[in-house]
């Protein structure tokens, strides 16, 4: 994948100005620069959250106004706003859960949401969190990163509104041609481009993949039936057949661990929903 590593630098205004008395030069103090996000370009800044209270980060969703979908194992409960909602299920939540949105599964967090400026994704990735932001109108990486930053703020994700200016334009977007998994990651290139894309819950729907809050329902299949996976996958194991096939919710993020473990030989998706 391509990457646009945009960098906070500085321009150094080299104007030298003369006093009209004494004809001494006077150097001008360097001014930053600041990048500009393109509307309609797709960008990522990665973070890294040492610790996170998801008790005090699902409150306070609630009270933004937020669909919250909280996952312990197999069972969800569901939010709208600070309203539960009894008869939400899996099977219906797309139709009941408003936009923004907060999915959380054991401790990962994942945000839908935008501001004036922007839409984006705070989701996991395989080295900590990444921010997915789609700017709706051209402008600066900090009018764009601050508004972000003051929401993260409110729901209790940072302590700062501050956010790092390393973005990187992200060339996998709607659209594009999907690329090839890598040769050790015996992963179906559908599945590896959910999760390469800005925004999963699109991708999924627009493509018929099952989303379970974070996770996605993908068949495993085994080297052999005797062949056991490695440990640390946190998945939901919800079936697993003698011929050595498994059906598993696995988070997006780590689709690609799971399919470089030396026990698989293929993760692909379902042949037909909810097989």
Known sequence: MMRWLIWLSWAVLATMAFSSFGGEPRELALAPTDPILLAGRYYRVSLAFPTLDR??????????????????????????????????????????????????????LWV????????????PATDGYELIVAPKAT????????????RLVQLKLLREPTLPLNVEQLSVVPGTKLPKPPDNVRLDSLLYGLMLMPDWYDFALQNRLELWGLRVRVIVELISPEAQLSAGHNLIVEARSPSGLMRVLVPVHQLAMLASDPAVKLVRPPFQPGN
């Not at 106004?65 to 197999?74: D, L, M």
């Not at 949401?113 to 989701?123: K, P, T, V």
């Open 55 to 108: 008790t005090a980060i699902i409150e306070a969703a609630k009270q933004a106004g937020f669909s919250v979908r909280i996952a312990e194992g197999t069972r969800v409960s569901y939010f709208i706003g600070t309203t539960p909602c009894p008869d939400c299920t899996p099977e219906n939540e797309r139709s009941r859960l408003g936009f923004p949105q907060l999915y959380v599964d054991g401790a990962l």
């Open 112 to 123: 839908r949401a935008e501001e004036a400026l922007a839409r984006y994704n705070l989701r």
């Open 139 to 150: 402008a600066s990486a900090l009018a764009i990163l601050g508004e972000i930053g003051v």
